[in-house]
């Protein structure tokens, strides 16, 4: 998160490159910093982090995602890739994906409409949307599943 933004939003963001794929290197980090949210930026998927943050309550967010058709290819065509891809995908509460290639990539992977409320060209322009992210991540009491 850019300074100018972290100001303007009032959070005190953590940034961590190292927790991402052995589960109790993820357990330290999520020990130690106990977040409430994790917002994802343009960023790999990485199983683990995901799963054991969902598994701790936290609230998951995916923004500007991208999947490009190498990666996509890999989840899609390994058997066992599709059914992690869904699991990983389901503990999200809001994917903002950058395109409609990408909303069909990870609806073709298992994520939701209901997760998806938009998407954007590009973050930079997302304030011009009209809408602040924020407001669309609330929890729906009348969201059927």
Known sequence: MQPFSSRRARLRPTRSSRTRSHPWVVDRFLDHWRPEAAVFVESELWPNLICRARDRGVALALLNARMSNKSF??????????DLARSMLSCFSLIIPQSDLDVASFRLLGAELWQMPGWCADLKYAAAMGACVWQMWRPSEDRVE
């Open 73 to 82: 290819l890999r989840w899609h065509n390994w058997t066992t890739g599709r």
